[in-house]
T-cell receptor
Framework: GNSVTQMEGPVTLSEEAFLTINCTYT??????LFWYVQYPGEGLQLLLKATKADDKGSNKGFEATYRKETTSFHLEKGSVQVSDSAVYFC????????????FGRGTSLIVHP | DVKVTQSSRYLVKRTGEKVFLECVQD?????MFWYRQDPGLGLRLIYFSYDVKMKEKGDIPEGYSVSREKKERFSLILESASTNQTSMYLCASNSGETQYFGPGTRLLVL
């Protein structure tokens, strides 16, 4: 079956620090990979995605590269802001199926001024 | 933009009450989902629906039922609310790989 493992949080950083949130997966077939973000008091929203090996997804200064050889999709940002404080979820979806995602447990990011 | 709306942001109910959570999406998506979100457990799928009047159990369906009478609307029903159903409930929809979420309903059962 499918599974997604994320580093446990909270991750606490100072503003302008470098961010990495690790995500590894196991999947049958060749999934698409996603990062979703949940700001306080809101639902999840798509942050970025990658659909095949070596693809890089990027948005709002965040990046993640689909690494098939290490089954990973780590989220990075060069300089975090207080407004990036949120919970980040890694997810996968098997292609051609019923589009039911498998989510990681989420990683809380807290950025201090 | 896709919009998924949920009927309430906050709800307080008594043990044993019947509770209805409503979700509406405006993008003609085939698939709709109900999740609950609890600290340390992430998102857990309760039920999903891939068409009107069709439903499938997710990972934790016990104590819940659903209804999808129209394509845009997916309801979650707690037949007899219990305190262990206190949680954040998230509705989502998709017609492809990307999920679109509502803002969530925070339910407190006393």
């Amino acid at each position: 079956g499918n599974s997604v493992t994320q580093m446990e949080g909270p991750v606490t950083l100072s503003e302008e620090a470098f961010l990495t949130i690790n995500c590894t997966y196991t999947a049958t077939g060749y999934p698409s990979l996603f990062w979703y973000v949940q700001y306080p008091g809101e639902g999840l929203q798509l942050l970025l995605k990658a659909t095949k090996a070596d693809d890089k997804g990027s948005n709002k200064g965040f990046e993640a590269t689909y690494r098939k050889e290490t089954t990973s999709f780590h989220l990075e940002k060069g300089s975090v802001q207080v407004s990036d404080s949120a919970v980040y979820f890694c997810a996968l979806v098997n292609k051609g199926g019923s589009y039911i995602p498998t989510f990681g447990r989420g990683t809380s990011l807290i950025v201090h001024p | 933009d896709v919009k998924v709306t949920q009927s309430s942001r906050y709800l307080v109910k008594r043990t044993g009450e019947k509770v209805f959570l409503e979700c509406v999406q405006d993008m003609d998506h085939e698939n709709m989902f109900w999740y609950r979100q609890d600290p340390g457990l992430g998102l857990r799928l309760i039920y999903f629906s891939y068409d009107v009047k069709m439903k499938e159990k997710g990972d934790i369906p016990e104590g819940y039922s659903v209804s999808r009478e129209k394509k845009e609307r997916f309801s979650l029903i707690l037949e007899s609310a219990s305190t262990n159903q206190t949680s954040m409930y998230l509705c989502a929809s998709n017609s492809g790989e990307t999920q679109y979420f509502g803002p969530g309903t925070r339910l407190l059962v006393l």
